[in-house]
């Protein structure tokens, strides 16, 4: 499916490219018509550097910011965006003037936890939560209950792509949105044209990856 693959720049910088590949795909939550290949945006060092950039231009310098929660492998992009973050100016009222970068963990109820050694991290902390894709943003709310739980405070969420533009009022600011991406439709498992029609799912799909069926 690799043949099929788009490339689709960022508006107003050459530096951060897209991967889309259109199809049928199937995600933990919909049934999508296009994969989001985030891989090196989040994993090569120059391209996450540059999606670290684009995302600290959409806050602004009185953005209080101690903690960011990285969610689907996204902890380079993290690193990058918190010394953006620092070098911008951007306010932290940890004792360290510093911001953590951290990733939670997952129970056997699929709830997001932290562990005792990361809790302080959290609790008190102004969080910006960081994420690959957004598609029906049930796992911002997971994120955001987890946070809240800790004694967190959401100070923003950011994605490298998201197809929505809020969750519980919260805005997500992201590199690029569903209007980026040529016809992008996200579906109920229960409505989706796709399987009415006969055709095919591709591939599982999340934060991740892909793994062809």
């Known amino acids: 499916m690799e043949n099929r693959m788009i490339k689709l720049r960022a508006k107003g910088t050459n530096d951060v490219t897209l991967k889309v590949i259109p199809g049928h795909f199937a995600t933990n939550h919909s049934h999508i018509n296009y994969y989001i290949d985030i891989t090196t945006l989040k ?14 231009q959409k806050y602004v310098s009185t953005t209080i910011v101690d903690t960011i929660v990285c969610l689907d492998g996204t902890q380079v992009v993290g690193a990058y965006l918190a010394q953006e973050l620092t070098r ?43 994420m690959a894709s957004v598609t029906t943003g049930l796992t911002i709310n997971k994120a955001i209950e987890a946070i809240l739980y800790y004694g967190g405070t959401v100070a923003g969420i950011s994605a490298i792509f998201s197809a929505i533009d809020e969750v519980n009022d919260y805005h997500i600011n992201a590199v690029f949105r569903k209007d980026d991406v040529p016809d992008y439709q996200s579906f109920n498992y229960h409505k989706c044209p796709m399987c009415k029609a006969g055709q095919p799912i591709e591939a599982l799909v999340n934060g991740f990856g892909y793994s062809k069926l």
Do not use: C, W
């Open 43 to 56: 994993t090569r060092e120059s391209e996450a550097m540059a999606v670290a950039k684009n995302l600290v």
């Open 88 to 130: 911008t100016g951007f306010m932290s009222i940890n004792s360290h003037q510093t911001i953590y970068v951290v990733t939670p963990e997952y129970n056997s109820n699929s709830q997001m936890i932290f562990r005792d050694n990361l809790q302080p991290m959290i609790r008190g902390k102004h969080v910006l939560l960081l």
